[in-house]
T-cell receptor, first 110, second 110 residues
Framework: GENVEQHPSTLSVQEGDSAVIKCTYSDSASNYFPWYKQELGKRPQLIIDIRSNVGEKKDQRIAVTLNKTAKHFSLHITETQPEDSAVYFCAASIKSTLTFGKGTMLLVSP | KAGVTQTPRYLIKTRGQQVTLSCSPISGHRSVSWYQQTPGQGLQFLFEYFSETQRNKGNFPGRFSGRQFSNSRSEMNVSTLELGDSALYLC?????????FGPGTRLTVL
């Protein structure tokens, strides 16, 4: 089955810095790659996604890139703010089943 | 539109008992997926239902089962509870590829 690796497991940045979280997947049949943000005690929330026919997608301070050849995809957050602090999960989807990475705890210090 | 709802939000059971969790998807969504979230294993796919049929199943023992009703509401059942079943159980309502999570049911097995 699909396997998703996510790095780093924790990431500490200063407010205003950029943050990058990277994921790799194993199954070339995966065709949809969402990113979720989960704040403590809350549900995962979809923040951005990308389909396999697109290389990059941006939404304000958040961007995702996909390299299908290398089976890598990354989340980029610019101008980080304390409210960006949360656990971020990447996922890869085959036939509507999501396989998640283990998560990255992002801490943004004021 | 109302979001995904799950009941109950919290549940305490003892080993050997069984439990039933409920999920109501976003109106108009016909697909419901269930996930188990634990600190050690992260988010793991349990199963997906679409139009009352199980469409995909994860790698969980047969003690975990589910069903979906004609109004798209879904239930999952865990029989013969074990301590390791303590987790946050999340359901997700799907439209196209996008999955939207409910608040989860926190199950504690004593």
């Amino acid at each position: 089955g699909e396997n998703v690796e996510q790095h780093p497991s924790t990431l500490s940045v200063q407010e205003g810095d950029s943050a990058v979280i990277k994921c790799t997947y194993s199954d070339s049949a995966s065709n949809y790659f969402p990113w979720y943000k989960q704040e403590l005690g809350k549900r995962p929330q979809l923040i951005i996604d990308i389909r396999s026919n697109v290389g990059e997608k941006k939404d304000q301070r958040i961007a995702v890139t996909l390299n299908k050849t290398a089976k890598h995809f990354s989340l980029h957050i610019t101008e980080t703010q304390p409210e960006d602090s949360a656990v971020y999960f990447c996922a890869a989807s085959i036939k509507s089943t999501l396989t998640f990475g283990k998560g990255t705890m992002l801490l943004v210090s004021p | 539109k109302a979001g995904v709802t799950q009941t109950p939000r919290y549940l305490i059971k003892t080993r050997g008992q069984q439990v039933t969790l409920s999920c109501s998807p976003i109106s108009g969504h016909r697909s419901v997926s269930w996930y188990q979230q634990t600190p050690g294993q992260g988010l793991q796919f349990l199963f997906e239902y679409f139009s009352e049929t199980q469409r995909n199943k994860g790698n969980f023992p047969g003690r975990f089962s589910g069903r979906q009703f004609s109004n798209s509401r879904s239930e999952m059942n865990v029989s013969t509870l074990e301590l390791g079943d303590s987790a946050l159980y999340l359901c997700a309502s799907k439209s196209d590829n996008e999955q939207f999570f409910g608040p989860g049911t926190r199950l504690t097995v004593l």
